[in-house]
Structures are given as structure tokens and as C-alpha cells.
């Protein structure tokens, strides 16, 4: 099998499906699976002919800096001769809470470099998330910065720490100053070689539903990453790339820093939080042309108006979305707009992408759907009693664990494998496939509202709900009710200067009838100025169903 490598071709999907090779995608790798393979070589080795461009950072302050892969690799080896000088050993898992800078990025190469798992911790944690976290990894060191230091200061059984500064005096008695102590290290540091069974990332469900559980991601995620990269992205040599994503969660971890980086193309970290201004300067400042991203920001950038998007009409080539269904309105308004396709993509920390309307692959697309499976795994859509549910019929979208072999989820850490059924992987998210093999997305099982007989999937009726121009974000969930089981309630967040009413309420409950269905409008409408959300974006619909209320 020839993989799309980004050639700007659309290979056919159906044989791609087809004729997908698990060793003809190992075999682009330079180390061997089975005999000894290096992430760093993989990331840096690999691509140092002709010293190309590796990254480019935006500051906090608005600098501009490059990195060669002559750097990260010079950098990685550094820091994994400071891992060897502290005793850390092959295996061994390392934690990371950092902002976006060329530091994470020399920590995760060089634990990787190092054959150490690398374990992100999202610098929006507070105490409780990260000692949940590194208990559960047992994790030897913990590498941080100033602005993050204090979140260690009460977690109890807290790891050695490292500290990223500028001046020693920041440090507390004991701590490990990683450039200085780099600085003395030397740039030569030979990568150990591990099996692709062996921990590379020790990553964290984002616990939408429910407590995080740990999930171990072995390096033979590796060519799932690279698949999505050319099939799901379409990233090709003269791109230049940029996934806003934070790599403290696994959609910036796998395809900020390590997906590109793979395909020996330069990626794109900015330090400063996601604004709508911020995101336009840097898109413009660098040329953008291929970027991702997630619903909610793209909401924050239809709402922002249409003049700057304007300005920057036919320069974005693709744009991908993760995280959350991406709703129609979305993509129109991309269209017309900016004339940038854009595509939702379904993935979780425990597979990677899996169902992607495809950049790089050739086949139709329906607005709100979130695919095909990506070649590499097969998928079903599975009724309650396990069977394969009917074409259009909503079911659990469930994973073939022995027909998808880009597959590398084997269960959570330190709780078997409870996710997996009679070979399958279970998602818990409900979806609907069409006679194609589309697939829909509906909802969480648990997110699922069953009114009157019906089930109504919370997507649509927030879809609906998002085209009214008072709306700039909504998340619906179902509200017990002794005569229909449930009924739908939306909570809503309004367009700057909007104020919520009874009229409005009203005229929304109309709007969603005329627009989706008499059975599925909100018979509930309470506005809200903040959606809870999990750090990394996504709607924690759990707790608008146990509270009732949502931040104010």
C-alpha cells in the first residue's frame, strides 16, 4: 500500500480502506516495531538533511522564533542526558506542566529520547487534577515553570521538580534548573531504542463523563498519528500548519507537536491564550494555510463578525475540527467567508482519529456528519444487545479491535479492560450510520434524551439552536419529566449585547420546531453567560444535568 503522503492528490477512499497495510505504514518509519524504535529519531534523526525548519513560536510578548530539527534534536539529547544524570531509567514516566513554548518541546522529545513516557498535564489544572494525575502515574519528575509552580505546592506525595527559569533565585532548595543544567549537557545523547508495545505517553481521559482514568499509548500509536496527518489533515510540504490545540491533551500532544513533526514539517506553538484577535494576527503573520482547531473557537470567530475574516479570504487551504460535532452553520459560514473548507474529525485520547471527513482522501461529505472510518480501522455501530444496529438506526459506535490495525488501546490503567466487549473497543458515544457507511454523531450514551418515546440527540437540536444569530453557543440536555421520561432543555449563551427574555425563549422554542422537529424543540430555554467545559473545550454536559444551573 502507498500511503498518501501529502502529495496534494486525493487518493480514492475506498481503496484506501481497502488496501490498507499495517507493515507498508510501519515500513515508513526509520526504526523497526518489532526490533527497536526511537520517537525522537522518528520526530528529529530522521529529518535532519539539509537542517529544515522544525517549529515556529509565537511568545507570550508577540516574538518570533524558529527551531531547526537540528535544534529539538540537539535539545532533546540535552535533556535526556539531564533525565540520566537524575537516575530516571527507560520506562519511567515524566510529567510536563508547561504553556506552549520550545521548553515542552524539549522535554517531551527528550523523555522520549531518553526511552521515558512523557505525561502532559494541561497548565488549566488545578491542585486535585494534577495529584490525581501524577498519582496515577507514579510519575519520577515533574518539569513546570514559574507561573505553574504553585499548583505543586499542596499535592501531596508531589514528584522531584524541575523548573524552567530565568534567574536560579526562583528556585526552591532542591528543585533541578533545567537550562542551566542542560546548558552543561552535552547535544550528543544516543536514543534508546524500545518496542512498540512499549509506554510512550501516559495520557488522561478529559473526563467529560465521569473521574479521568489513565490511558497508556504505546509507541505503536506512532503510525496512526502519521496516517491522520496526511489522510485526516492532508498536510503537505508547502503547508504551513497550525493546530491551536494545547498539548496538554492528547489532540495537541499527537497532532501539534508529534503528528507533523513525524512527516518532517514544521509546526506551530503560540504561548498566549486562544483570542479571536490573536488567532487572525497569527494566521495572517505566518501565512496559515492549514489549521485545527475545535467548534467552540470557531464559534468565537463567527462571532467576532466578517471583516477580518474578509482580509484573509482563499489563504487557509483546510481547516480540521476535533473535540465537539462541529455544527452546519459552522461549516457554511467558513465557506462563505473565508472560502476554507472545513471538516469535522472524531477521535479519542484512548484511539486517536478515527472517523474523519478526509482532507487528503477523495469521497463525499455530508455537513454534520463526522465521517468515515479512517483506513486502519473498521467500525460499528452496535445496538444494545450487541448486534449490529440498522442502517440509520442510532447505536454505540464500536471499534473491531482484530480488523483495525492502527488500533492501540488495550485498556485503562489499573482497570483491566472495561471498554472491551466480545473484540470490540466500546466508545460510549451513540452515532447513527447511513446505508455509505457515514457516520453521525448523536451523543454520549448517557448525553441521549429520550422524550416521549423519541430519542433525541443533543447535536441537533444544538445545531439548530446555533444558526439563530442572538446564539452564540448552546448545549441542550434532557430534564426529568413524570409524563415523557424527559424533556429537552437548552442552555444558552447569547451573542454580545443580547439579553435573554421570555420572548426570546419563545422565539427560539419556534425557531428549533420549525427547523428540526415539533417533538425535539427545548421546552426549557434558560441563557447563561458561560458553558461548563472541561479545559481542553469540551461542553460537560454531566454537570448541567446534575445541577440544573451552569457557571454564571
Same mark, same amino acid.
Request: net charge negative; hydrophobic share 40%; charged share 20%.
Given at each position: 500500500m502507498a500511503l498518501h503522503l501529502g502529495t496534494g492528490s486525493s487518493p480514492d477512499y475506498s481503496k484506501a480502506l481497502d488496501s490498507f497495510d499495517l507493515d507498508a505504514a510501519r515500513s515508513l518509519f526509520s526504526g523497526s516495531f518489532s526490533d527497536g524504535i526511537n520517537a525522537c529519531v522518528e520526530c528529529c534523526d530522521a529529518h535532519l538533511q539539509g537542517d529544515p525548519q522544525a517549529l515556529d513560536w509565537i511568545a507570550l510578548d508577540g516574538h518570533h522564533e524558529t527551531r531547526s530539527f537540528t535544534e529539538l534534536r540537539d535539545e532533546a539529547a540535552r535533556f535526556a542526558n539531564l533525565l540520566k544524570e537524575q537516575g530516571i531509567q527507560p520506562g519511567d514516566i515524566v510529567a510536563g506542566l508547561l504553556p506552549r513554548t520550545p521548553d515542552l518541546v524539549a522535554v517531551v522529545l527528550g523523555a522520549l529520547r531518553a526511552g521515558?513516557?512523557?505525561?502532559?498535564?494541561?497548565?488549566?489544572?488545578?491542585?486535585?487534577?494534577?495529584?490525581?494525575?501524577?498519582?496515577?502515574?507514579?510519575?519520577?519528575?515533574?518539569?513546570?515553570?514559574?507561573?505553574n509552580r504553585d499548583k505543586l505546592d499542596n499535592v501531596q506525595g508531589c514528584p522531584p521538580v524541575a523548573m524552567i527559569v530565568d534567574s536560579p533565585q526562583a528556585l526552591v532548595s532542591g528543585e533541578i534548573d533545567v537550562r542551566r543544567t542542560m546548558a552543561a549537557q552535552s547535544a550528543e545523547f544516543a536514543p534508546v531504542l524500545r518496542s512498540g508495545d512499549d509506554l510512550m505517553f501516559m495520557m488522561a481521559t478529559s473526563g467529560t463523563t465521569g473521574p479521568a482514568k489513565g490511558v497508556p499509548v504505546p509507541l505503536n500509536a506512532l503510525p496512526a498519528f502519521r496516517s491522520y496527518m496526511t489522510e485526516g489533515i492532508d498536510l503537505r510540504p508547502e503547508d504551513v500548519f497550525w493546530n491551536i490545540a494545547d498539548p496538554g491533551w492528547a489532540y495537541g500532544l499527537y497532532y501539534a507537536v508529534i503528528g507533523p513533526l513525524l512527516l518532517g514539517h514544521s509546526t506551530t506553538?503560540?504561548?498566549?491564550?486562544?483570542?479571536?484577535?490573536?488567532?487572525?494576527?497569527?494566521?495572517?503573520?505566518? +501565512?496559515?494555510?492549514?489549521? /485545527? @482547531?475545535? %467548534?467552540?473557537?470557531?464559534?468565537? $470567530?463567527?462571532?467576532?463578525? =466578517? !471583516?477580518?475574516? *474578509?482580509?484573509?479570504?482563499?489563504?487557509? +487551504?483546510?481547516?480540521?475540527? /476535533? @473535540?465537539? %460535532?462541529?455544527?452546519?452553520?459552522? $461549516?457554511?459560514?467558513?465557506? =462563505? !467567508?473565508?472560502? *476554507?473548507?472545513?471538516?469535522?474529525?472524531?477521535?479519542?485520547?484512548?484511539?486517536?482519529?478515527?472517523?474523519?471527513?478526509?482532507?487528503?482522501?477523495?469521497?463525499?461529505?455530508?455537513?454534520?456528519? *463526522?465521517?468515515?472510518?479512517?483506513?486502519?480501522?473498521?467500525?460499528?455501530?452496535?445496538?444494545?444487545?450487541?448486534?449490529?444496529?440498522?442502517?440509520?438506526?442510532?447505536?454505540?459506535?464500536?471499534?473491531?479491535?482484530?480488523?483495525?490495525?492502527?488500533?492501540?488501546?488495550?485498556?485503562?490503567?489499573?482497570?483491566?479492560?472495561?471498554?472491551?466487549?466480545?473484540?470490540?473497543?466500546?466508545?460510549?458515544?451513540?452515532?447513527?450510520?447511513?446505508?455509505?457507511?457515514?457516520?453521525?454523531?448523536?451523543?454520549?450514551?448517557?448525553?441521549?434524551?429520550?422524550?416521549?418515546?423519541?430519542?433525541?440527540?443533543?447535536?441537533?437540536?444544538?445545531?439548530?439552536?446555533?444558526?439563530?444569530?442572538?446564539?452564540?453557543?448552546?448545549?441542550?440536555?434532557?430534564?426529568?419529566?413524570?409524563?415523557?421520561?424527559?424533556?429537552?432543555?437548552?442552555?444558552?449563551?447569547?451573542?454580545?449585547?443580547?439579553?435573554?427574555?421570555d420572548e426570546l425563549a419563545a422565539e427560539l422554542k419556534d425557531y428549533v420546531k420549525q427547523r428540526l422537529s415539533a417533538h425535539a424543540y427545548p421546552r426549557l430555554v434558560e441563557f447563561v453567560t458561560e458553558l461548563p467545559k472541561t479545559p481542553s473545550g469540551k461542553i460537560q454536559r454531566f454537570l448541567l444535568r446534575q445541577h440544573g444551573v451552569c457557571v454564571k
Amino acid at each position: 500500500m502507498a500511503l498518501h503522503l501529502g502529495t496534494g492528490s486525493s487518493p480514492d477512499y475506498s481503496k484506501a480502506l481497502d488496501s490498507f497495510d499495517l507493515d507498508a505504514a510501519r515500513s515508513l518509519f526509520s526504526g523497526s516495531f518489532s526490533d527497536g524504535i526511537n520517537a525522537c529519531v522518528e520526530c528529529c534523526d530522521a529529518h535532519l538533511q539539509g537542517d529544515p525548519q522544525a517549529l515556529d513560536w509565537i511568545a507570550l510578548d508577540g516574538h518570533h522564533e524558529t527551531r531547526s530539527f537540528t535544534e529539538l534534536r540537539d535539545e532533546a539529547a540535552r535533556f535526556a542526558n539531564l533525565l540520566k544524570e537524575q537516575g530516571i531509567q527507560p520506562g519511567d514516566i515524566v510529567a510536563g506542566l508547561l504553556p506552549r513554548t520550545p521548553d515542552l518541546v524539549a522535554v517531551v522529545l527528550g523523555a522520549l529520547r531518553a526511552g521515558v513516557a512523557y505525561q502532559p498535564l494541561f497548565t488549566a489544572f488545578g491542585p486535585k487534577a494534577i495529584r490525581d494525575r501524577l498519582t496515577m502515574s507514579g510519575a519520577k519528575l515533574v518539569v513546570t515553570d514559574v507561573a505553574n509552580r504553585d499548583k505543586l505546592d499542596n499535592v501531596q506525595g508531589c514528584p522531584p521538580v524541575a523548573m524552567i527559569v530565568d534567574s536560579p533565585q526562583a528556585l526552591v532548595s532542591g528543585e533541578i534548573d533545567v537550562r542551566r543544567t542542560m546548558a552543561a549537557q552535552s547535544a550528543e545523547f544516543a536514543p534508546v531504542l524500545r518496542s512498540g508495545d512499549d509506554l510512550m505517553f501516559m495520557m488522561a481521559t478529559s473526563g467529560t463523563t465521569g473521574p479521568a482514568k489513565g490511558v497508556p499509548v504505546p509507541l505503536n500509536a506512532l503510525p496512526a498519528f502519521r496516517s491522520y496527518m496526511t489522510e485526516g489533515i492532508d498536510l503537505r510540504p508547502e503547508d504551513v500548519f497550525w493546530n491551536i490545540a494545547d498539548p496538554g491533551w492528547a489532540y495537541g500532544l499527537y497532532y501539534a507537536v508529534i503528528g507533523p513533526l513525524l512527516l518532517g514539517h514544521s509546526t506551530t506553538l503560540v504561548e498566549g491564550p486562544f483570542t479571536v484577535d490573536s488567532t487572525y494576527d497569527v494566521i495572517s503573520r505566518l +501565512r496559515v494555510t492549514n489549521f /485545527a @482547531g475545535a %467548534p467552540t473557537a470557531f464559534r468565537l $470567530i463567527i462571532a467576532s463578525g =466578517t !471583516e477580518r475574516a *474578509a482580509q484573509l479570504r482563499d489563504q487557509i +487551504r483546510c481547516i480540521s475540527s /476535533a @473535540g465537539e %460535532p462541529l455544527n452546519p452553520e459552522v $461549516i457554511r459560514w467558513f465557506e =462563505t !467567508e473565508l472560502n *476554507a473548507p472545513i471538516k469535522d474529525h472524531y477521535g479519542q485520547t484512548e484511539t486517536g482519529m478515527l472517523v474523519n471527513n478526509h482532507h487528503g482522501l477523495d469521497h463525499p461529505v455530508r455537513p454534520g456528519s *463526522a465521517g468515515y472510518a479512517m483506513p486502519g480501522y473498521r467500525v460499528e455501530v452496535l445496538a444494545e444487545d450487541g448486534s449490529v444496529a440498522n442502517v440509520n438506526e442510532p447505536g454505540q459506535l464500536a471499534v473491531n479491535i482484530d480488523e483495525s490495525p492502527l488500533l492501540f488501546f488495550g485498556g485503562y490503567l489499573n482497570k483491566g479492560s472495561k471498554s472491551i466487549e466480545n473484540g470490540y473497543y466500546l466508545t460510549g458515544d451513540t452515532v447513527e450510520r447511513d446505508e455509505h457507511g457515514c457516520i453521525t454523531f448523536v451523543g454520549r450514551n448517557d448525553d441521549v434524551i429520550t422524550s416521549s418515546g423519541y430519542r433525541i440527540g443533543p447535536f441537533d437540536v444544538e445545531s439548530a439552536l446555533i444558526e439563530h444569530p442572538a446564539v452564540t453557543e448552546a448545549a441542550v440536555v434532557g430534564v426529568p419529566d413524570k409524563e415523557r421520561t424527559e424533556i429537552v432543555k437548552a442552555v444558552i449563551v447569547l451573542a454580545e449585547g443580547g439579553e435573554g427574555s421570555d420572548e426570546l425563549a419563545a422565539e427560539l422554542k419556534d425557531y428549533v420546531k420549525q427547523r428540526l422537529s415539533a417533538h425535539a424543540y427545548p421546552r426549557l430555554v434558560e441563557f447563561v453567560t458561560e458553558l461548563p467545559k472541561t479545559p481542553s473545550g469540551k461542553i460537560q454536559r454531566f454537570l448541567l444535568r446534575q445541577h440544573g444551573v451552569c457557571v454564571k
